[in-house]
């Protein structure tokens, strides 16, 4: 098959997972081109100034695909003026109650509009998030295909041992308010550990930090399907995260982590100190999680998904 996969950036969240998609098909022969398309690094000008440009890219693009795959709402502009026999948007986590979170009610409510016609332009719609997809279908209607995002175990494999430093702490991710970067900040100095952050290393490094780490914190205020939880369970390294978005399908409260609510600080410094001691919780919980990732998202169990998602839709 032939692909065009479109996205704002090919890393992080979303970017990665369709960067890593696109890998595995290329490995298995089929033609995956990468629609890189500059926009203007300014927060309230990159998704706007990225639709605008990927739609002149697609209206003025002679090549025709098998399937045009976008991911996330802006890609679906590019999307629907580039040739394709069929259409595919991702989406992971709700787009319009994102931006309602983190913009103007201006800039929400043009997000809201162009969310639901772009919807519309796509032959099929998936998500990676349980959570999502029921949002999605009771809220809006739409019918979404569940499809994990995986984990790359052979390159996950390749991350060197490292020496473990004693009670270090780890938040992994971008420094935004979505994902509650702040409120790990604010009880920092009531932790009984040391807190690094990684928020802007490349990704073997961040591994690398990861693998070090006695604990991950994932304090989000919202999210999907959280991949640097997925990489701490093939590591085993322990997670406390909120119970938010699709986090409760991967964090299973007592049996793959700890989940407490968003915004708890009281209980988040006490669920930290607390499993930092208990070297007993702390392996059953990693023996749990490794067990579930392996079974269920890495590209092995879940690349056959994919491919039967696209041969259906071009039957």
């Known amino acids: 098959m032939k692909f065009l996969f479109i996205s704002p950036r090919f890393s992080g969240g979303i970017g990665g997972h369709a960067s890593m998609l696109a890998e595995q098909l290329q490995n298995i022969g089929h033609d995956v081109t990468k629609m890189e398309t500059p926009h203007i690094p300014i927060k309230n000008l990159k998704n706007p100034s990225f639709a605008i440009l990927g739609t002149l890219k697609g209206i003025m693009s002679k090549e025709k695909y098998d399937i045009v795959h976008a991911f996330n709402v802006p890609s679906a502009f590019a999307m629907h003026y580039t040739k394709g026999k069929k259409k595919v948007l991702s989406i992971h986590g709700m787009f319009s109650e994102q931006v309602d979170a983190l913009h103007s009610k201006t800039i929400s409510s043009l997000a809201s509009r162009a969310e639901s016609k772009s919807l519309t332009w796509a032959d099929g719609l998936t998500t990676d998030s349980k959570t999502t997809q029921k949002i999605y279908k009771d809220k809006l209607g739409f019918n979404f295909e569940y499809l994990p995002s995986a984990i790359d175990s052979s390159k996950l494999d390749k991350i060197n041992d490292v020496k473990k430093n004693e009670k270090q702490i780890l938040y992994l991710g971008r420094n935004s308010y979505e994902k509650g970067i702040d409120i790990l900040q604010k009880i920092e100095s009531k932790l009984d550990g040391n807190v690094v952050y990684c928020t802007n290393l490349s990704w073997d490094n961040a591994m690398i930090e990861l693998k070090k780490s006695s604990l991950l914190v994932v304090p989000s205020r ?81 690349l056959s998904k994919y491919i039967n998602f696209y041969e259906n839709l071009l039957k």
């Not at 938010?244 to 991967?250: K, R, S, T």
């Not at 208990?278 to 749990?288: A, R």
Request: charged share 20%; proline share 6%.
């Open 222 to 302: 919202m999210e999907s399907l959280p991949t640097n939880i997925k990489e701490a369970f093939y590591f085993k390294i322990p997670v406390i995260a909120t119970k938010v978005g699709g986090i409760p399908e991967l964090v299973k409260n007592n049996i793959t982590g700890l989940l407490i609510p968003p915004n708890d600080t009281q209980n988040l410094i006490e669920s930290i100190n607390s499993l930092l001691d208990d070297n007993k919780k702390i392996n059953q919980f990693t023996s749990n999680a490794y067990e579930f990732i392996r079974n269920n998202m890495t590209w092995n169990t879940v």
